[in-house]
């Protein structure tokens, strides 16, 4: 079993419109999360850490659930320019922080 | 922000010859440097941590005589894919870490293709 797994998707959205999806994680000693953003070919960029009590920054939602282990992101107003995979990542509890990246969920705004 | 780049961006060669792969921090001293490969349409999947001046840790099922790490100064970490085969051909990204702060800030990837 994976330890973060995520819907691959896509999940097309039109412009405008709210976009949410999950994420779970396996173990439970896991500490710190994130959810990166990854365009084609090109490197994970982090967009935003997950907090337990849930946080917010402009339009882009998390939400940790540890009881559940599962993570979600929501994204509202969507833009054409958010269409990019999104990686849920789970900061393994050890010395060096390792980072266990999910495959991503692929979102597709369409105007 | 921190600032990581990687060189060569993208690299063909032909099978059984090695390719050495360079991370660099620019505008930090990192402690810990980690390799990543990822194959199509996959997670990002840690191949190796490395820390100045010591031995890299591999992860389980990544053989370290084939991708041999050295991480010579707090700014450059280079892979080098030793007699590599169509099989390595795939996108190496690396992190790095400054000091006790949390955040891997990611290069730009290397995408290596293996004839």
């Known amino acids: 079993r994976k330890e973060v797994e995520q819907d691959p998707g896509p999940f097309n959205v039109p412009e405008g419109a709210t976009v949410a999806f999950n994420c779970t994680y396996s173990?439970?000693?896991?500490?710190?999360f994130f959810w990166y953003r990854q365009d084609c070919r090109k490197e994970p960029k982090l967009l935003m850490s997950?907090?337990?009590s849930g946080n917010e920054d402009g339009r882009f939602t998390a939400q940790l659930n540890r009881a559940s282990q599962y993570i979600s992101l929501l994204i509202r107003d969507s833009k054409l320019s958010d269409s990019a995979t999104y990686l849920c990542?789970?900061?393994?509890?050890?010395?060096?922080?390792?980072?266990?990246f999910g495959a991503g969920t692929q979102v597709v705004v369409t105007p | 922000g921190a600032v990581v780049s990687q060189h060569p961006s993208r690299v063909i060669c032909k099978s059984g010859t090695s390719v050495k792969i360079e991370c660099r921090s620019l505008?930090?001293?990192?402690?810990?440097m980690f390799w990543y490969r990822q194959f199509p349409k996959q997670s990002l999947m840690l191949m190796a941590t490395?820390?100045?001046?010591?031995?890299?840790?591999?992860e389980q099922g990544v053989e370290k005589d084939k991708f041999l790490i050295n991480h010579a100064s707090l700014t450059l970490s280079t892979l080098t894919v030793t007699s590599a085969h169509p099989e390595d051909s795939s996108f190496y990204i690396c992190?790095?870490?400054?000091?006790?702060?949390?955040?891997?800030?990611f290069g730009p990837g290397t995408r290596l293709t293996v004839l």
């Open positions: 173990n439970s000693a896991s500490q710190s």
């Open positions: 490395s820390n100045e001046g010591s031995k890299a840790t591999y």
């Open positions: 990542v789970a900061k393994k509890d050890d010395s060096w922080g390792k980072l266990q």
């Open positions: 997950v907090y337990s």
């Open positions: 505008d930090f001293q990192a402690t810990t």
């Open positions: 992190s790095a870490v400054q000091g006790a702060v949390d955040t891997q800030y």
